[in-house]
């Protein structure tokens, strides 16, 4: 049954205030989501019959906001407001009336419109009730026909508005699969990272490989999948993967509170971080759970006692992940991000022996992870925690004790940096009697180090210092 809508403020009220006298309507995502009780998009769809392009540029003297053609094949505009705060998409009316429109569209809960004049839902192809019913069903037989990144498309539209692809759909997607080759690489990643973004996010990842969708886009990481590991694992490398996966989801949504309350709000703040693409450090640290142990089928070996082993693992891993981004034309910052997690996601590990550590065992940790230092940690907990194998319970323990004494440490690092040494090269060059160059440089690094371990606290001390180190 048609569900009356009304308009809601923002760019839709713009949008209503100006097309409304034309024949237009609101279309897709704007009108689902308004059913679903959600807020409105700041991206809105338009479609509108006659000149598109007088239609953009009106709105945009309205606000006033930048206008642009879209699509010169399709003859869309886009107006996006100056503080780029929404943007609206004006497009033209394809099919000679607005049922035809819809009846073109991708699934049957993106072919739902309104007229801005107001008036009831126009809903040609039952979209509201598969919405109730929560199912993802095709607005036409061929609809992936048109476009296969509709394939990658209805996983993440499945991750995002919790709904199941009905048979018809999931056939299609498979059969869809062998042409994502064809798709820009650009795309394809848009459509990823809204997928990993989503909670639902394990349940996409599996879904791609249910509709052989990841062979086409993701075959490093079905690559993971029957890679048997150690007895300290109780998961193939897929498996485990997905674990990892959804630890971080699950412990980013409680803001990491297994290390403390006073961490939760630093904690939170670094996730929301800007990182690249658009996306936070958040983002990244998925990524960085989903490609940390990428490159474990290459290193796997098996000794003579049956142990089985993934040497350099973190090391080829790094390259791979970089590589697999690059492949995917991600930004230059979250590729080096991703690959620094998978190549120092072991280092907290590797240290639980040792703990308590020194100051000087925590900066060695520290200035080794660099700019992840804080992420990373967060990223070994997860991996720490998918890992339930023979002394899992112990090992666990033994691990989150480690990283709650590391965190508040990282955290400063990541907000603050290593610490200055506390003379400039041009005072050690004074002092020492020593001239520019490389020397100095080691010195510089040797001073950074002796404060955090507070070995130096003095100008006297780090003339000292330095005087030792020179000697």
């Known amino acids: 049954m048609a569900k009356r809508s009304t308009p809601d403020g923002g760019p839709l009220e713009l949008a209503t205030g100006v097309l409304a006298d034309r024949l237009s309507w609101l279309v897709g995502g704007a009108v689902r989501d308004r059913l679903r009780g959600g807020e409105l998009p700041v991206d809105l769809d338009i479609v509108v019959e006659g000149d598109v392009e ?35 998409d004006v497009n033209p009316l394809r099919g000679g009336a607005i049922e035809s429109d819809l009846a073109l569209r991708d699934f049957t809960v993106n072919a739902i419109a309104q007229s801005l004049a107001g008036g009831e839902l126009i809903d040609p192809l039952g979209g509201v009730a598969d919405l109730a019913a929560r199912r993802l069903r095709l607005a036409r037989a061929d609809a992936l026909e048109a476009d296969p990144l509709r394939a990658l498309r209805l996983v993440r539209l499945a991750c995002e508005l919790d709904l199941s692809p009905d048979a018809g759909a999931a056939a299609a997607a498979r059969r869809a699969a062998p042409r994502l080759g064809d798709v820009a690489a650009e795309r394809i990643y848009g459509e990823l990272l809204r997928i990993v973004m989503s909670d639902r996010a394990v349940a996409g990842i599996r879904m791609l490989g249910e509709l052989s969708l990841s062979a ?115 930004a230059e910052r979250m590729r080096a991000h991703v690959a620094a997690l998978t190549l120092h996601h072991l280092r907290l590990g590797f240290l639980v022996d040792a703990a308590p550590l020194s100051r000087a065992d925590l900066y060695a940790y520290l200035s080794a992870c660099g700019a992840v230092a804080a992420d990373v940690t967060l990223l070994s907990i997860a991996d720490r925690f998918a890992t339930r194998g023979e002394r899992s319970e112990e ?3 033994a691990h989150l004790a480690l990283a709650r004494s590391v965190t508040g440490e990282a955290l400063r690092w990541h907000r603050q940096g290593p610490p200055a040494a506390p003379l400039r090269g041009d005072e050690l060059v004074a002092e020492l009697g020593i001239a520019p160059g490389p020397l100095v440089g080691q010195l510089l690094a040797d001073l950074s180090r002796a404060r955090f371990t507070g070995e130096v606290v003095t100008r006297a001390d780090a003339i000292a210092y330095a005087r030792s180190r020179r000697a």
């Open 54 to 88: 007088s239609a953009a540029r009106l709105l945009a003297r309205r606000v006033p906001a930048h206008a642009f053609p879209l699509s010169t094949a399709f003859g869309a505009w886009r107006v996006v407001a100056r503080d780029a705060s929404w943007h609206i």
């Open 216 to 330: 086409s886009v993701l075959p490093e990481l079905d690559a993971l999948r029957d890679v048997s590991q150690s007895a300290f694992h109780h998961l193939d490398v897929f498996e485990h993967t997905l674990a990892v996966l959804g630890e971080v989801v699950a412990l980013d949504a409680d803001a990491w509170a297994v290390l403390g309350a006073e961490h939760r709000e630093s904690i939170a703040a670094l996730l929301d971080e800007p990182l690249a693409d658009e996306v936070t450090r958040g983002v990244g640290l998925r990524f960085g759970a989903l490609l940390h142990d990428i490159a474990k089928p290459q290193a796997r070996t098996v000794a003579a006692g049956g142990q089985v082993r993934f040497p350099a693992h973190d090391e080829l891993g790094a390259r791979e992940a970089h590589a697999l981004l690059g492949r995917l034309r991600a």
């Open 395 to 397: 090992m666990v323990a």
